[in-house]
């Protein structure tokens, strides 16, 4: 049965190879700082490092050194003038760069060319593989390239004049931080605006005997030898990538989740039509299951997970590495945030309005760390949007904030999954069942044309439009390319397109892509 792949999340924040070296005052000392600092040493500068003292005041004082808080550090400097730090405790680019959206995609990417490579035979070639895929040599090069861009956040800083801490920050008031530093020296800075932007982490496995036996999204990337068995936990976007690299890589992989279909924030045809596409491909689904315990063999390190589902109770036995992805919290713990007034919800999400605005009136909050959107991009143009508005000239940017409704999404699953706008459940709740039209195609894309009916993979879309103009107010789409495709559609949806607008667009021919605008 053929394999398949998926994953990944977004772009990264611009950054220029051809930047200048860091200066000498770039990366402190830390637990794995060490190296680092050898490293780019030797990639990126020749002079040797030294520890500047930290600046006792600033204008713009940014917590978090991932999309979000680098974007707006940089635009308030370079672009406006503005005194600007940024305190990072980890590796600059946050959860996207380090693990997250890069790396999973470069993953996907090899995943992808094994499909190629399985999918070619029925082109007319004749590909043998020599040996296995070296996943270590991969991995390796995968974690050489998320180093390098580590290295290019850090010049770009540098050039943009943003003076980078490594440590951890803590509010001590509202114009107060008190930063540590990785060789435990502490220093307090006054500053005029502070930006929380910390993002999250995944949440903590479930309270049972031998949950610690497995690890969590982001230890997948320390996972040095490709597996021959593994359990993921989860129906969200990351398992769902997740299992589906390792199956295309011909992992025997399993798939837990508590309900009979995964991606369940989708629309119903997207959590359906990926459901039993993920069956037929033969990732083992674990349909309505809840975990009970999890042991280890000494001997072997091999897992065996105990569990409940719609079928009784069951165990799997002999696995290799056990993953939960069963979401992720915001990095609210430590931040000191009740010594400035700063206000939390019951998830412990920082409560901020439309312009990041929190409780407090000089202190802003963005990206995963609010809860909402939970995507690098808008993370990055809501720094910049904030940077704008708290720095630029009134008379353009006193309005700046980002816009988030319409937000496109894409979840690199097999097939590929788009989504931008309501649901159709949701689309009925809002405007009414009378008050909308639903559009729908299920086709077999022309890629798929000179193989075996057993290896065809199915494409489905789906429009959603309200009122009698017939405004599209939903777009769904599952299939080859699906991820490339969404960005251009979502301009029309984000410019308000009705279904006469996408019907007066001549269809690109043959594409998947003119079925949008051929919709009967």
């Not at 998926?6 to 190879?17: E, I, K």
């Not at 295309?248 to 924030?265: C, D």
């Not at 809501?382 to 309005?399: I, K, Q, S, T």
């Not at 008050?435 to 044309?449: P, Q």
Request: hydrophobic residues 40%; neutral net charge.
């Amino acid at each position: 049965m053929r394999s398949f792949v998926f994953l990944g999340r977004l772009s990264v924040a611009s950054a220029s190879a051809s930047a200048p070296a860091p200066s000498a005052r770039s990366i402190h000392s830390s637990r794995t700082a060490a190296s680092r600092i050898t490293t780019y040493s030797r990639h990126f500068s020749s002079s040797p490092h030294i520890m500047a003292p930290i600046s006792k005041e600033t204008d713009f004082l940014v917590i978090g050194g991932g999309s979000g808080g680098l974007g707006a550090a940089r635009m308030a400097s370079a672009k406006f003038g503005a005194k600007a730090m940024i305190v990072e405790s980890n590796r600059l680019g946050g959860t996207c760069v380090n693990v997250g959206c890069v790396p999973k995609k470069v993953t996907f990417n090899a995943a992808a060319i094994a499909e190629a490579i399985h999918e070619s035979k029925a082109y007319g070639f004749s590909v043998q593989e020599t040996a296995p895929f070296d996943w270590a040599s991969f991995k390796q090069k995968r974690d050489a390239y998320v180093k390098r861009l580590n290295g290019i956040y850090e010049r770009n800083l540098n050039n943009d004049k943003v003076e980078y801490v490594h440590g951890r920050a803590r509010l001590l008031s509202k114009n107060e931080v008190e930063i540590t530093e990785d060789d435990g020296t502490k220093s307090t800075v006054r500053a005029n605006r502070i930006l929380i932007a910390v993002g999250g982490r995944p949440t903590s496995p479930p309270d049972i005997p031998g949950a610690e036996y497995g690890t969590n999204s982001d230890g997948f990337f320390d996972i040095a030898t490709l597996p021959k068995k593994v359990a993921l936990v989860g129906a969200g976007y990351i398992a769902v990538e997740f299992a589906g690299m390792f199956n295309a890589l011909g992992v025997e992989t399993h798939l837990f989740i508590r309900y009979p279909t995964f991606l369940r924030t989708f629309d119903p045809m997207i959590q359906e039509g990926v459901t039993a596409e993920y069956e037929r491909l033969g990732v083992h689904l674990h349909k309505e299951s809840v975990q009970t315990r999890v042991d280890k063999d000494p001997a072997t390190g091999k897992l065996t997970i105990h569990y409940k589902d719609n079928k009784g109770e069951g165990q799997l036995s002999d696995v290799d590495h056990l993953i939960w992805a069963i979401g992720r919290v915001p990095e609210t713990d430590h931040l000191g945030l009740e010594n400035a007034g700063v206000k939390t919800n019951e998830k412990g999400h920082i409560v901020a309005d439309g312009f990041q605005n929190t409780s407090v009136d000089n202190i802003f909050a963005l990206g995963d760390v609010c809860g909402k959107a939970e995507l690098t991009p808008v993370a990055i143009a809501a720094g910049r949007r904030l940077a704008e508005r708290l720095y630029g000239p009134a008379e353009v940017f006193a309005n700046a904030h980002v816009d988030y409704s319409n937000i496109p999404s894409v979840v690199f699953a097999h097939p590929e999954v788009g989504a931008i706008g309501l649901t159709e459940p949701e689309a009925v709740e809002k405007y009414g069942r009378e008050n909308i039209k639903v559009y729908t195609t299920s086709f077999t894309a022309m890629y798929y044309a000179m193989m075996e009916p057993e290896d065809k993979a199915p494409t489905k879309y789906k429009l959603v439009c309200a009122g009698p103009e017939e405004k599209v107010v939903g777009l769904h789409i599952m299939g080859l390319g699906s991820g490339e495709m969404l960005q251009g559609f979502g301009v029309a949806v984000k410019m308000g397109a009705t279904k006469k607008d996408f019907d007066s667009c001549i269809a690109i021919h043959p594409t998947s892509a003119e079925e949008l605008v051929t919709l009967k």
